[in-house]
């Protein structure tokens, strides 16, 4: 059976590491999440879509948006699926 002599400052090295470990777990942790809200200039970057596509999209249901003001808002979630659901390289499909 092999012993190991564990010092002080060993076990100081240790706690400080697990104490900075146990800090960018929390950090990670608490991380606020990306805005669900985005405006149609993302939207359209993320499908690769024009705006006219996107008012269609809108207008025929196949995009839900909520529009505050002047301003057009989809939920990130929604736009995800729907890229999902229109992917080819999905194995699912």
């Known amino acids: 059976m092999t012993q190991i002599l564990l ?4 076990l100081e ?15 990670e942790a608490i991380k606020p999440p990306a805005s669900i809200w985005i ?6 970057e993320l499908l690769k879509i024009s705006n006219s596509t996107l008012c269609k999209m809108r207008a025929n ?10 301003i057009f ?11 999902r659901a229109n992917n080819p390289f999905d194995a699912k499909g």
């Open 7 to 10: 010092t002080a400052e060993d």
């Open 13 to 27: 090295q240790f706690k400080d590491e697990l104490i900075n470990e146990v800090k960018t777990l929390v950090k």
């Open 39 to 44: 405006k149609s200039a993302e939207v359209r």
């Open 61 to 70: 249901g196949s995009i839900p948006c909520t529009k505050v003001g002047s």
């Open 73 to 83: 808002f989809y939920d990130r979630n929604a736009i995800t699926s729907l890229l």
